[in-house]
């Protein structure tokens, strides 16, 4: 029986050595592949079977434990090159199993590379100059292991000595502000971008410009009415704005002296309520930058303003010992006042106001106490708001003048206001028929005719002449007969009598002779013709 469980025994040990693990695991890298280039972070993965289980996987490079493990499968390792030399390195993956066997994956060269892991350079778009300092816009980072942007400023071309102004790690922040700065002289910008293994990229330099001196503005109108004169200029369009500057001026050229200064960039005009407009009156704006840079634009002046309109003395009329002046009216809208002047000399020296009114409407003024035959001249100035002036025509007038007013007369005095019945009348000679004998003819040949000369003008008439006409009709028995004409003396010839006195009356008979053989059927006549020296 002793024999039988020893030899039991003995069995079972060899069969305990016989099942005892010593099979490694086998392990395999799956990527990256040999022969590959890698750089920054790269995941190393692989594939481990053991013949029971694997317990956990490592990574070696170059032979030295990287201490990365992973004991649950996928297999993979999260390897940052960034800490290795750019260059040739061997991976392998020792797997474990649980009884205690190791094995190797066939070894992985790749080759690290670095280089390629600096982040993408971004690029300044713009830097402009705006209240007092500059905005500096830039591209967006397009990498995925962005950490932040670095705003460098100098003032050197090369920026060999610069400054860090502004640093942000949000991608999306593409813009910052740099205050306090003159933009007078050349600024130079770059971005450096770094990722978050620390590697950095600098852009490249962006050159500011130089502040230009502002745009200038024009006076766009100088106007002015009875209460202001008022200026206005176009709004400046400066982004750095800092004031306009009135001037003025009472010429085109010279010295010009400021009225206002405005800081509102709206404030487009000027009103003044102490002006002559009589006069030319010039204006410039100045813009001024925030930086002190200054530029003047055109500038603009009033029309002069005009004389007034003149007024015209249309007429004056004596009656009662006065003189009644009217004249036409002035509409002019700044009219302020007439003034009417009297003067003894038609150049109106030494002459006197006789009248003034403020009232436009008034078109008249009577003189009273105008003594007989006495000769006054009047003129009438018209004078505006701004003292200027305008004279009318001069107009003389003379009292009460006695004398021959018939312009028929001899003695007609065309400025006889009063007639004093001193007319003295020419020499008016004029013929009187008187009569005819015998009236009823009863076929006589001849007739007897009587008339006068009268002499009804107021002078004597030399040598006198006269010619008479007679109409006639002899009986001849012709029912339809007309009348003969003809004159005595004859029709070339005229009788002459001599001089008649003024008033005197001088009668005359003749005999005339007519239709012989016939008798006289009908007769008449007229003195035709009388003339005198």
């Given at each position: ?17 016989d ?13 990256p ?8 972070v790269?995941n ?12 956990k996987?490592?990574?070696w ?22 800490t ?6 061997t ?13 190797d ?15 993408n ?20 980072s397009t ?5 932040s942007?670095?705003?460098?400023h ?13 640093t ?30 620390l ?7 962006f ?12 006076v ?13 200029w176009e709004e400046?369009?400066e982004g750095d704005?800092?004031s306009?500057?009135?001037?003025y001026l ?11 200064t ?27 930058d ?6 003047i ?6 029309a ?16 009662n ?33 006789v009248?003034?009114?403020d009232?436009?409407?008034?078109t008249?003024y009577?003189?009273?106490?105008i ?23 001069v ?8 004398g021959?007013t018939?312009?028929d ?15 003295e009348?020419?020499?008016n000679v004029?013929?009187?028929?008187t ?5 009823l ?45 003809g ?7 005229i009788?002459?009598?001599?001089d ?8 005359f008979t003749?005999?005339?002779e ?19 020296d």
């Amino acid at each position: 029986m002793k024999r039988l469980w020893l030899i039991f025994s003995l069995l079972f040990f060899f069969s305990c050595e016989d099942k005892k693990d010593t099979t490694p695991p086998e392990t395999t890298i799956t990527s990256p592949s040999s022969g590959s280039t890698v750089n920054e972070v790269v995941n190393v993965t692989c594939m481990s079977t053991d013949n029971k289980d694997v317990e956990k996987v490592e990574l070696w490079i170059d032979g030295v434990n990287t201490g990365l493990t992973d004991d649950t499968e996928p297999y993979s390792f999260i390897w940052n090159t960034t800490t290795y030399k750019d260059g040739e390195h061997t991976l392998i993956v020792r797997g474990y199993d649980t009884s205690d066997n190791e094995g190797d994956s066939p070894p992985v060269s790749v080759n690290v590379d670095n280089t390629l892991s600096v982040p993408n350079p971004v690029s300044i778009q713009s830097v402009d100059f705006s209240n007092g300092g500059f905005t500096i816009k830039w591209t967006k980072s397009t990498d995925g292991d962005f950490k932040s942007y670095t705003l460098e400023h100098s003032v050197e071309p090369g920026m060999e000595d610069y400054g860090n102004f502004f640093t942000t790690d949000g991608v999306n922040v593409t813009n910052t502000r740099m205050e306090n700065i003159s933009p007078l002289t050349y600024h130079y910008f770059r971005v450096t971008v770094t990722d978050t293994f620390l590697y950095q990229t600098k852009g490249a330099i962006f050159t500011s410009k130089l502040d230009p001196i502002p745009d200038s503005v024009d006076v766009k109108s100088v106007t002015y009415d009875l209460e202001k004169m008022t200026v206005e200029w176009e709004e400046s369009k400066e982004g750095d704005f800092g004031s306009y500057k009135l001037l003025y001026l009472k010429t085109e050229s010279g010295d010009k002296d400021t009225v206002e200064t405005y800081t509102d960039k709206s404030t487009t005009s000027y009103p003044t309520s102490t002006y002559d407009p009589t006069i030319e009156n010039w204006y410039w704006v100045m813009v001024t930058d925030t930086l002190g840079q200054s530029k003047i634009g055109n500038g603009k002046a009033n029309a002069i303003d005009s004389t007034p309109t003149q007024s015209v003395i249309d007429s004056i009329v004596y009656k009662n010992d006065s003189f009644y002046i009217y004249w036409s009216q002035n509409n002019d809208s700044d009219f302020k006042s007439y003034i009417l002047y009297e003067s003894t000399l038609e150049d109106m020296s030494n002459k006197d106001k006789v009248y003034t009114t403020d009232d436009n409407t008034v078109t008249s003024y009577i003189v009273t106490g105008i003594v007989s035959e006495e000769s006054r001249y009047y003129q009438l100035v018209v004078e505006d708001k701004w003292g200027l002036q305008t004279s009318s025509n001069v107009i003389g007038k003379t009292g009460a003048v006695y004398g021959c007013t018939d312009p028929d007369a001899n003695n007609y005095n065309s400025e006889a206001t009063v007639d004093d019945e001193s007319c003295e009348y020419p020499a008016n000679v004029i013929g009187v028929e008187t009569g005819i004998t015998p009236s009823l003819y009863q076929g006589s040949q001849s007739v007897s005719i009587s008339y006068s000369l009268r002499n009804v003008g107021d002078a004597t008439a030399y040598n006198v002449r006269y010619r008479l006409k007679i109409s006639y009709k002899c009986n001849t028995g012709f029912a339809s007969q007309g009348w003969s004409l003809g004159f005595l003396p004859s029709a070339s010839s005229i009788y002459t009598y001599g001089d008649i006195l003024a008033g005197q009356t001088v009668d005359f008979t003749d005999s005339v002779e007519l239709c012989s053989g016939l008798g006289i059927l009908q007769f008449t006549f007229e003195v035709y013709q009388v003339i005198w020296d």
